[in-house]
Nanobody
Framework: QVRLVEFGGGLVQPGGSLRLSCFPV????????TAWYRQTPGKQREMVAL???????NYADSVEDRFTISRDDTNNTLDLQMNSLKPEDTAVYYC?????????????WGRGTTVTVSS
């Protein structure tokens, strides 16, 4: 069974940087649309950044020019480079992938990794 593994969260001071990574494990996959979302208590999960199989990207206005999403289809990895972090970026970040494996098309979420921006 395919699942997504995320890592790279942690505590960082305002103005600092973190890099999140995500990849599927359990079976060979072909990636389609991929994205990072985030959620804070009491709020809906929001899209942070998206990158399609064709390489098109889309960012939330709040992270434009600070975050960069990238993917490596050879290794099936999805990254999110986060710079100039602000306290309001504090959230649980979730990896999202649409992929095919063993003839199945799946939409998968990671379990989330916590990012805390605080002095």
């Amino acid at each position: 069974q395919v699942r997504l593994v995320e890592f790279g969260g942690g505590l960082v001071q305002p103005g600092g940087s973190l890099r999140l990574s995500c990849f599927p494990v359990g079976s060979d996959c072909t990636l389609y649309s991929t994205a990072w979302y985030r959620q804070t208590p009491g709020k809906q999960r929001e899209m942070v950044a998206l990158v399609t199989a064709g390489g098109s990207t889309n960012y939330a206005d709040s992270v434009e020019d600070r975050f960069t999403i990238s993917r490596d289809d050879t290794n099936n990895t999805l990254d999110l480079q986060m710079n100039s972090l602000k306290p309001e970026d504090t959230a649980v970040y979730y990896c999202y992938m649409e992929l095919t494996t063993r003839g199945q098309f799946l939409k998968l979420w990671g379990r989330g990794t916590t990012v805390t921006v605080s002095s």
